[in-house]
């Protein structure tokens, strides 16, 4: 297994990776689990002589590394780069590929908390940005400003309306453009789903969700297809300092080790709800790419290994009727986030995506977002049907 040490391209499968990538055996006593390096600073040999490569915990932790190599090779990259939260991971990206006067495409349904860090910190520093429909080829085309766009944006599928993107499309435009492809693989993970292999650039995550996948940790990363640029970002994350922690590197990565069978009872679970509410009276319309209906369930099916534990659907009785939908839910725990084991309701008008509200991406008052858990199937849709069934 001396191999799958921060090596993206060994040939064996995920769940080998996951367990073992970045992961060796402690050399001095076996220890099979990486330790939480919980230390500032390295005793150097010499001046300048430092055992692997460590100096000071900033610059590069223990725990901190074997999660980034982790995550290279499961997305097939060849530098993974760990922060303290998702946005992070985004702030940094973005200040290392733009420069004031640049412009970037944005999905027009992206999450909250993107669209207000390209809105109230990028626009004022200078970086225009253009809303556009990631799920329209043409209208991505469209959005593009010739010699300024350096980055098209992309979630897939988005967050909250499920949306599905044509990733090998949209890379063959942004390179047209010489503009870099970066992909949110959130909601997918690397289990689900391979942006690099389809031609973007760069892959964002909140590993807060389901590669930590147990609502304790905060954290964010970034996975570069280039090496210069991974250094590039490496470089901009140690003169800035918003790395993960090491203790929030471990359970990252504890994490990593069930993502896949994580998933699968996430899709399991996923896909007989969405059933479900597609044929319940109170559900007006459901998001999610697992039904033959949704307009992108081809593409996702091709581009997609499974549909993900993500379902939205907007209630018929109208927004007052989803809050209490929400409200009512016993199983289905009222909190923001995904991506956890345990299984999630909200109302993204007034929760996640308040920050859009009154936007281009606005969205509806009376949808309600799912992050489907893996309890008993069972449970989860009994407790939902007692959700809508009202007061």
């Known amino acids: 297994m001396a191999s799958l ?29 990486t330790p939480i390096y919980a230390n500032s600073t390295y005793k150097q040999d010499g001046v300048g002589g430092l055992r692997g490569g460590y100096e000071y915990s900033r610059t590069a932790n223990p725990t901190r590394r074997a999660l980034e190599d982790c995550l290279a090779a499961l997305e097939g990259g060849t530098r993974g780069v ?42 004022p520093w200078g970086l225009d940005h253009t809303p556009a429909s990631v799920h329209d080829t043409d209208a991505i085309a469209a959005a593009v400003q010739p010699g300024r766009t350096k980055v098209i944006w992309v979630e897939t599928p988005s967050n909250p309306l499920l949306g599905v993107a044509d990733l090998a499309a949209i890379a063959v435009i942004a390179r047209q453009h010489n503009a870099l492809l970066v992909v949110d693989n959130t909601f997918a993970t690397p289990y689900l789903q391979q942006p690099l292999e389809l031609g973007a650039d760069v892959v964002v995550h909140s590993t807060t969700k389901y590669a930590g996948g147990h609502s304790d940790v905060v954290g ?18 140690n003169s800035t300092g918003a790395v993960a922690g090491p203790f929030d590197a471990f359970l990252v990565l504890r994490g990593l080790k069930t993502l896949a069978v994580r998933m699968d009872r996430h899709c399991d679970n996923a896909e007989r709800l969405a059933t479900f509410l597609e044929g319940h009276g109170a559900v007006s319309q459901v998001f999610y790419p697992g039904l033959a209906q949704h307009p992108g369930h081809g593409l996702a099916s091709r581009q997609m290994k499974r549909y993900g534990g ?3 659907f907007r209630h018929a009785g109208g927004q007052q009727a989803a809050l209490s939908t929400c409200e009512r839910a016993r199983i289905f725990t009222l909190a923001e986030s995904l991506g956890g084991v345990e299984s999630l309701i909200e109302l993204p008008a007034t929760m996640t995506h308040a920050s859009v ?28 049907a007692y959700a809508l069934a009202g007061p």
Do not use: W
Request: net charge negative; glycine share 10%.
């Open 82 to 123: 760990a922060f303290a939260s998702g946005m992070a991971a985004e702030d940094a990206l973005v200040r290392v590929v733009c420069s004031p006067g640049d412009h970037v495409v944005i999905p027009d349904d992206a999450y909250g908390g993107t669209y207000r860090l390209f809105n109230t910190v990028f626009k």
């Open 310 to 312: 993500m379902v939205s």
């Open 357 to 384: 509200a009154e936007s281009p991406l606005a969205v509806p008052g009376d949808l309600i977002r799912l992050s489907v858990g893996i309890e008993a199937v069972d449970d989860l849709e009994q407790d939902l």
């Open 5 to 33: 040490d921060r090596s993206a391209g060994d040939g064996f499968g995920f769940e080998t990776r996951a367990i073992h990538a970045g992961q060796q055996p402690n050399a001095d006593n076996g220890a099979v689990m």
């Open 220 to 237: 964010g990363a970034l996975v570069t297809a280039a090496a210069d640029l991974g250094a590039e970002l490496a470089t901009f994350q």
